[in-house]
């Protein structure tokens, strides 16, 4: 078996592996360059605004907000039901639930903020939001000391499930509630 | 091709010290400090302006502070665990 | 002082014995890891298989932490570093220029994994591999990841000064030869990888300790991938590495154009690192720029590497092949290539499934749009089982078939294991991946102990067809497991009780 490489092995490149090296390359500068491409024309992008927010900030927040919306109770969780084109709050808690059931409007767009209280935990865990229904899943980070804002429109009226798909501690996987959309 | 460009362009695919410094310092700069300087300079959420509108509706204004503290309080108690 | 040397009967390369004894002792330590971490993932398969549902959370989300460090981590940078003592002594004729270095580093190595499986195993860690802050284990665990860092760090520099020395020395002539030039970018890569793990895993460990008060989450986040993903691109420029070298083993190929193919692994050290932003692509506070810039590899330069790897290989192959005949039609040169030979069925397959299974999966996840719909879903361990195990770990499975004959000099225990491991292996992974992907598309979370969520405060329904994947990932699982344990076993054999090669 010999090792030895050839003594000058810089060499230009053989019909086959230049027609191979310019596909290639056409393919990968196309796909990259749909990446802001589809950024611009696309319906559904990340969202890319957020803002630093202390875990008690927001837990205050979120409990003026609840209790201003509130309609009703389900399994002891605030259903609450915000005007439409408002600012509308969402939280994991520490103890591993959701902090309210969202009642929102199909054809209404709302900023969603999503974020990590304690709520009655000690710690603010990270979450995984995740919508989860026959004909829709979506998904985005929850990180405590961050508020990440969500530029939302509901299109189908439906109960959404939402569950938490990031390693939280031991309640993990009880983590479900969902998002009611009227029509 | 020319022998010398050909040995020279090797000698710098042979540059072991200047492959490994590129290999450092480039991501580090594309991912790792242009991601901590995005993060370390992102802006506060304004947490007043957000009370703000959610106060309660004018009407209810007129509610002394006591009813508007327990107003709150069964907010705390639906937090706390069922299970 | 005589430096100990033995020449390879087959080869003809110098072999430096105390760099010998290096790769026998972390090949070992590295299948020891594989099974450990194999065990944890047959026990977490049938959890996860909602019928049988094994554990308990608590076992599940252990085994589930001890799984990704044995085999992410401990497994396979174990062998890697076997591969660097091999790549800058034995293909060099060259000799390691501090054994004893390399003795510490590999204790640190051991030591570290310990304190790691111990934590963890005792429910001291059960933060998963990422283990976010605020998720705390005990300071053992970190101390341990800190220890094994230090560890392959010290061998990577090693290998590194072995290097220096090799061509100060003048045992070979000319550039290096191509494999030992993909292990020095993978090295690369390492270090990058190491060195932003110490970053951030020395404050983490302060502040498990009591001593820093607070970790920032994103910022963790952030330096955390630059370790956990970056980690997995050393696995790629090492396997491709370990494709070059069983190609030419099994068949006398050699790189068509070196040019070509060393461009390839330089497009990976500049820009395959950035990738680490895939994990990132629904995080608050980063920007849309940061994330497309990153998360495109640098306008799929490194894709295009890939790319490029993933055409070389097999056209080195077929160029190797028609000169020894097979010259019928297209793909007599294919059909005709040493499939009996576990060595080339394993390289083959892990070229064909990294390919099309795991890298078109990272590189598509890795877009915003598509990782609004897949983020911490089954997708994802789909793909990486997809990229780690049925590329980079079938890829070192193959290499084995190699290392056991001329490095441990013993027989191949069982030629029927052999032969049968990378079949089962590599298609019980393909089914595996596959199913999870699909399951995954139906909102399947990952690292998830009951997705039926009994006993949640709602109740929660997935589409009853993720059920129908979930078995399917299930049996493809078991097929794996069986085509792992055929190698471990075969492996272990071989080394213990296989016929001595004098």
């Known amino acids: ?183 | 091709m020319d022998e010398q460009k050909a040995l020279s362009w090797q000698a710098l695919y042979d540059n072991m010290w200047g492959i490994f410094a590129l290999g450092i310092i480039v991501p580090t700069l594309i991912y790792t400090v242009w991601g901590l300087i995005e993060i370390a300079t992102l802006p506060q959420m304004d947490v007043s302006k957000a009370m703000e509108a959610l106060k309660p509706a004018v009407s209810q204004q007129a509610v002394p502070a006591a009813e508007a503290a327990s107003a709150m309080a069964p907010e705390a108690a639906t937090q706390a665990p069922a299970h | 002082m005589a430096e100990q040397f033995r020449t390879c009967p087959t080869t003809g390369l110098k072999v430096h014995l105390p760099a010998e004894t290096l790769i026998k002792v972390n090949a070992v330590a590295a299948v020891v890891c594989l099974l450990v971490g194999g065990l944890a993932a047959l026990l977490i398969l049938l959890t996860r298989w909602p019928a049988i549902h094994l554990l308990d959370e608590e076992w599940f989300y252990r085994l589930l932490t001890a799984h990704a460090l044995d085999m992410l981590i401990a497994w396979i940078i174990f062998f890697e570093v076997a591969a660097l003592y091999f790549g800058s002594t034995v293909l060099l004729n060259n000799r390691l220029p501090a054994p004893k270095i390399g003795w510490v580093a590999f204790i640190l190595m051991v030591v570290g994994g310990a304190f790691i499986n111990y934590t963890v195993l005792v429910g001291q860690a059960t933060v998963a591999f990422t283990s976010y802050v605020p998720l705390k284990a005990s300071p053992l665990y970190y101390l341990g990841i800190i220890l094994f860092a230090v560890g392959a760090l010290t061998a990577i520099g090693h290998f590194f000064a072995a290097l220096v020395v090799a061509k100060k020395e003048k045992t070979y002539e000319g550039s290096l030869p191509i494999v030992t030039f993909g292990l020095m970018c993978a090295a690369t890569i390492a270090v990058f990888t190491l060195l932003h793990g110490a970053a951030f895993y020395i404050p983490t460990f302060l502040w498990s300790a009591g001593i820093l008060p607070h970790i920032d989450p994103e910022m963790y986040r952030l330096a955390f991938w630059a370790l956990g993903h970056a980690s997995q691109q050393i696995n790629v420029c090492a396997m491709v590495a370990m494709w070059y070298l069983i190609a030419t083993l099994t068949t006398g190929a050699k790189p068509l154009n070196e040019k070509l193919c060393r461009t390839a692994f330089l497009l990976y050290v500049l820009f395959i690192n950035v990738a680490s932003e895939h994990h990132l692509l629904v995080d608050p506070a980063l920007s849309i720029w940061h994330k497309i810039v990153n998360t495109s590899y640098v306008m799929h330069l490194a894709v295009l590497a890939s790319m490029i790897h993933a055409f070389a290989v097999p056209a080195m192959i077929e160029v190797a092949q028609r000169k020894k005949g097979f010259t019928k039609g297209l793909f007599e040169w294919l059909k005709k290539a040493p499939w009996g030979n576990p060595a080339f069925a394993s390289m083959f397959i892990s070229l064909m499934g990294f390919g099309f299974v795991g890298g078109i999966t990272g590189v598509t996840f890795g877009t915003e749009q598509i990782s609004i719909i897949r983020h911490n879903t089954w997708s994802i361990t789909g793909h990486f089982h997809g990229t780690v195990v049925l590329g980079t770990t079938l890829a070192f499975m193959g290499i084995t078939y190699y290392i056991v004959p001329l490095i441990f000099r013993r027989q191949i225990f069982s030629e029927t294991m052999a032969k049968l491991s990378p079949y089962f292996f590599g298609g019980g992974v393909f089914i595996f991946a596959n199913a999870m992907m699909f399951a995954g598309g139906y909102g399947i979370p990952r690292r998830h102990w009951d997705v039926t969520f009994a006993g949640a405060q709602f109740p929660f329904q997935f589409d009853p067809t993720a059920f129908f994947f979930l078995a399917l990932t299930g049996l493809g699982g078991l097929l794996a497991i069986i085509g792992g344990a055929l190698y471990v076993l075969n492996t272990v054999a071989s080394v213990f009780i296989g016929k001595k090669i004098q």
Request: glycine content about 10%; some cysteine; overall charge negative.
């Open chain 1, 1 to 183: 078996m010999s090792i030895t490489v050839e003594r000058i092995w810089w060499r230009p490149l053989d019909r086959e592996e230049k027609i191979w090296v310019t596909i290639a390359l056409i393919w990968c500068l196309g796909t990259f360059f749909m990446m802001p491409v589809w950024h611009v024309i696309a319906k559904q992008n990340t969202p890319n605004e957020s803002y630093k927010v202390s875990v008690d900030d927001f837990e205050k927040i979120v409990i003026a907000f609840n209790e201003k919306y509130k309609v009703r109770e389900e399994s002891g969780v605030p259903v609450v039901h915000p005007p439409a084109g408002s600012d509308i709050y969402l939280a994991g808690t520490g103890i591993w639930q959701w902090s309210s059931i969202l009642e929102l409007e199909a054809g209404k767009e709302y900023r969603l903020h999503i974020s990590s209280i304690k709520g009655g935990g000690d710690v603010a865990w990270q979450h995984g939001f995740s919508i989860v229904s026959a004909k829709f899943n979506a998904n985005f980070m929850i990180v405590p000391g961050y508020d990440y804002v969500l530029k939302v429109t509901p299109t189908e009226a439906g109960e959404y499930g939402l569950i938490c798909n990031e390693f939280c501690g031991i309640g993990h996987h009880l983590m479900a509630g969902k998002i009611i959309v009227k029509g």
